[in-house]
């Protein structure tokens, strides 16, 4: 980084949190309930990124009616509020790069599509002493890739967007921190491929947890 970076704002989904898993087998539950064919893993990977709806909108099939759609997702939404943490754990190497980023003097936040009382959950039972902030989408918050959270997040820390750098995983992490007006760092451990990430513009990258902490420290 070119500049003196205090500030880091976190994707949740795909970043920090490896959520992959249990978002799979919500989606292939609510399938398999209604009759639908199921969808892989990979499939489930490729669709993540723009919320649940989004997901599940792009799970079933094209041709399913409009009529049939409101049941499946009832049934995945349903579903996945039980069984969202069976799996779910921080990617491995992420609570080193935590707790190294909190020893120079960085401050973090996170900012995420969910639904704001979920990501303050998450942060308190995954990231609780390392993440000063978090910032779900609300009334007053739109999703990403509108800027309006990691705005928000970089308001509550006390921070500028001169002074921070957004870190995520997918193509609307990128155009969320060239809408916010900050640089990115795109992590390659998420739901992304590197060659995709680099077709929509994205050039800084971290191979793994620790390349963040040498990109904004030098170490």
């Not at 049939?68 to 509020?81: H, I, N, Q």
């Not at 704001?116 to 890739?145: C, H, I, M």
Request: glycine residues 6%; negative net charge.
């Amino acid at each position: 980084m070119d500049k003196k970076i205090t500030t880091v704002v976190f994707d949740l989904d795909g970043t920090l949190l490896d959520t992959l898993q249990d978002l799979a087998d919500s989606v292939n539950h609510a399938l398999r309930t209604h009759g639908l064919p199921l969808r892989s893993t990979a499939e489930v990977r490729q669709m993540l990124g723009n919320g649940i709806r989004f997901l599940m909108e792009h799970a079933v099939p094209a041709d399913l009616p409009p009529e049939r759609f409101e049941p499946v997702f009832d049934t995945f939404r349903t579903y996945y509020v039980d069984h969202c943490l069976d799996k779910t754990r921080p990617y491995e190497g992420i609570l080193p790069m935590l707790d190294d980023l909190r020893r120079h003097g960085l401050r973090m936040a996170i900012v995420s599509n969910k639904l704001d009382a979920a990501v303050q959950e998450l942060n308190e039972r995954f990231f609780a002493g390392y993440v000063d902030s978090a910032v779900g989408e609300s009334e007053t918050v739109r999703r990403k890739p509108n800027p309006d959270g990691v705005l928000e997040a970089i308001r509550r820390l006390g921070s500028t967007p001169e002074a921070s750098v957004y870190v995520g995983d997918s193509e609307v992490d990128f155009a969320t921190a060239r809408n916010a007006g900050v640089p990115c760092i795109t992590v390659l451990w998420g739901f992304r491929d590197e060659d995709f990430l680099r077709s929509v513009g994205a050039d800084t990258f971290a191979r793994r947890p620790a390349d963040v902490v040498s990109l904004l420290t030098g170490e």
